[in-house]
Nanobody
């Protein structure tokens, strides 16, 4: 069992940066794929980025080049560095952990464990 807790959300201006963290308790995330998803009001939860246990990363096109996902060496935390934020990045951001297969890597169904979410608001 894994419990995930996000932190670091807040209100920023467009063009600014924000860093999110996700801490894990219960067991380490050694061989899990870890991901960030986000959900804007009235929209479905969407994939943002993931990182596999051997550090291969994948990003949604909307954030590629602006966001960076990473995990600490102890596999107890993951991070999302968000630069050049835009108003369309406004959403609740969730971290997730699991062992998805290739076809579910960027889907909600691919992950078993979820945090409670943290709000990111970008004003234009």
């Amino acid at each position: 069992q894994v419990e995930l807790v996000e932190s670091g959300g807040g209100l920023v201006q467009a063009g600014e940066s924000l860093s999110l963290s996700c801490g894990a308790s219960g067991r380490t995330l050694g061989t899990d794929t870890i991901a960030w998803f986000r959900q804007a009001p009235g929209k479905e939860r969407e994939f943002v980025a993931n990182i596999r246990w051997y550090s291969i990363t994948r990003y949604a096109d909307a954030v590629k080049g602006r966001f960076t996902i990473s995990r600490d060496k102890d596999n107890r935390a993951i991070y999302l560095q968000m630069n050049s934020l835009k108003s369309e990045d406004t959403a609740v951001y969730y971290c997730a952990a699991g062992r998805p297969i290739t076809s579910t890597m960027a889907t909600v169904a691919g992950y078993n464990y979820w945090g409670q979410g943290t709000q990111v608001t970008v004003s234009s």
